[in-house]
């Protein structure tokens, strides 16, 4: 069975500040691994997807991720953060079968100025 | 394109009441589902659909009814409200490889079960 943790539910950051949220899976076959991001009353839209072609992934934004199939993780990270970037994150992870999708608890991130 | 658009976007139902959450998408895609969220637990798969005519079970679908008479709709219904179904509810579309794509997510439903 696939799962996903992510660590803290809450993250505050100072503006300028780097982000990192963490994200760990587990899945039986090579997975498909996508962060998304949810503005306050909105949907989510896709940041960035990992399908095996790259370890690192740049989405948009200016963020990107890391796949690390040793350490089973696929945290996110951006350098410098802004004002905008208050907003859930959710990490998700599918497996090669691709019958299913599989959300972690979400990231609540906070930006201070 | 309107993309992924769901109604309404708001409804309060009494315990026992029904109703349907509607969502279409104009995108041609194959894959829809229904995810509903709730706090600390991210987004769970109620139902979700190969294709027109072609439903399947997620991870939480008991209380829910899907039909998909069409590719651009895929409604979700609840026979019988209860109040542990007060959650924000979300359509999403793909297209072929499913869950292995980018999902596209309509801006919710938000359902309060007194």
């Known amino acids: 069975a696939q799962s996903v943790t992510q660590l803290g539910s809450h993250v505050s950051v100072s503006e300028g500040a780097l982000v990192l949220l963490r994200c760990n899976y587990s899945s039986s076959v090579p997975p498909y691994l996508f962060w998304y991001v949810q503005y306050p009353n909105q949907g989510l839209q896709l940041l960035l997807k990992y399908t095996s072609a790259a370890t690192l992934v740049k989405g948009i934004n200016g963020f990107e991720a890391e796949f690390k199939k040793s350490e089973t993780s696929f945290h996110l990270t951006k350098p410098s953060a802004h004002m905008s970037d208050a907003a859930e994150y959710f990490c998700a992870v599918s497996g090669a079968a691709g019958n299913k999708l599989t959300f972690g608890g979400g990231t609540r991130v906070l930006v201070k100025p | 394109n309107a993309g992924v658009t769901q109604t309404p976007k708001f409804q309060v139902l009494k315990t026992g009441q029904s109703m349907t959450l509607q969502c279409a998408q104009d995108m041609n895609h194959e894959y829809m589902s229904w995810y509903r969220q709730d706090p600390g637990m991210g987004l769970r798969l109620i139902h979700y659909s190969v294709g027109a005519g072609i439903t399947d079970q997620g991870e939480v679908p008991n209380g829910y009814n899907v039909s998909r008479s069409t590719t651009e709709d895929f409604p979700l219904r609840l026979l019988s409200a209860a109040p542990s179904q007060t959650s924000v509810y979300f359509c999403?579309?793909?297209?072929?490889?499913?869950?292995?794509?980018?999902?596209?997510f309509g801006p919710g439903t938000r359902l309060l079960v007194l």
């Open positions: 999403a579309s793909s297209v072929d490889r499913g869950f292995q794509e980018t999902q596209y």
